[in-house]
T-cell receptor, first 116, second 118 residues
Framework: DTGVSQDPRHKITKRGQNVTFRCDPISEHNRLYWYRQTLGQGPEFLTYFQNEAQLEKSRLLSDRFSAERPKGSFSTLEIQRTEQGDSAMYLC??????????????FGSGTRLTVV | AQSVTQLDSHVSVSEGTPVLLRCNYSSSYSPSLFWYVQHPNKGLQLLLKYTSAATLVKGINGFEAEFKKSETSFHLTKPSAHMSDAAEYFCVVSDQKDYGGSQGNLIFGKGTKLSVKP
């Protein structure tokens, strides 16, 4: 168990460019969550997957944002036409929820996005 | 709807003195509550969780929190602060009735920055 991995750790991009982040959850975990944390605030929920199905999206997730988890393992979060307001730390977390077992949330270290 | 309010944005203590970080919650049912810690450039780490068992919850690194329904509070305490405790602390509630602390979307407070003076 190597924990939740996120890549890259830091990303600087120019306004208007597209960016993509990757999250590798703990291998046995079936749920994967994305959160966004802006400076001086607590993390805010964006979306989550159970296996490959995206089950919930926050109103914070505008149509410029898209998340996928194609094989129920790693996930990607893409932001199109980035804006300065997208500058934040993007956090990924995973958990296990089945009828037989539950394992609590584990967060990754995050990807810090700076839009210039 | 569930929410948490952290009453102090910044708390400063001297090493060896007690720590108190205050949190009030709002929930339409008996909540699942958590405290997380975030050190600079590191991921969020779970300190402790309350999921309707004992009201006094012990966590890692000597922290504990007491669930008080009558006061809708879940304050975090530690008897003696250590320099390594300096970090950002988040009080968190789950948006679902969650017995294991494993599901539901987490609703975070705005955080309390703890500074520890030598």
């Amino acid at each position: 168990d190597t924990g939740v991995s996120q890549d890259p750790r830091h990303k600087i991009t120019k306004r208007g460019q597209n960016v993509t982040f990757r999250c590798d959850p703990i291998s046995e975990h079936n749920r994967l969550y994305w959160y966004r944390q802006t400076l001086g605030q607590g993390p805010e929920f964006l979306t989550y997957f159970q296996n490959e199905a995206q089950l919930e999206k926050s109103r914070l997730l505008s149509d410029r944002f898209s998340a996928e988890r194609p094989k129920g393992s790693f996930s990607t979060l893409e932001i199109q036409r980035t804006e300065q307001g997208d500058s934040a730390m993007y956090l990924c977390a995973s958990s296990l929820v089945t009828s037989q077992a539950r394992r609590g949330y584990t967060f990754g270290s995050g990807t810090r996005l700076t839009v210039v | 709807a569930q929410s948490v309010t952290q009453l102090d944005s910044h708390v400063s203590v001297s090493e060896g003195t007690p720590v108190l970080l205050r949190c009030n919650y709002s929930s339409s049912y008996s909540p699942s509550l958590f405290w997380y810690v975030q050190h600079p450039n590191k991921g969020l780490q779970l300190l402790l969780k309350y999921t309707s068992a004992a009201t006094l919850v012990k966590g890692i690194n000597g922290f504990e929190a007491e669930f008080k329904k009558s006061e809708t509070s879940f304050h975090l305490t530690k008897p003696s602060a250590h320099m390594s405790d300096a970090a950002e602390y988040f009080c968190v509630v789950s948006d679902q009735k969650d017995y294991g602390g494993s599901q539901g979307n987490l609703i975070f407070g705005k955080g309390t920055k703890l500074s520890v003076k030598p």
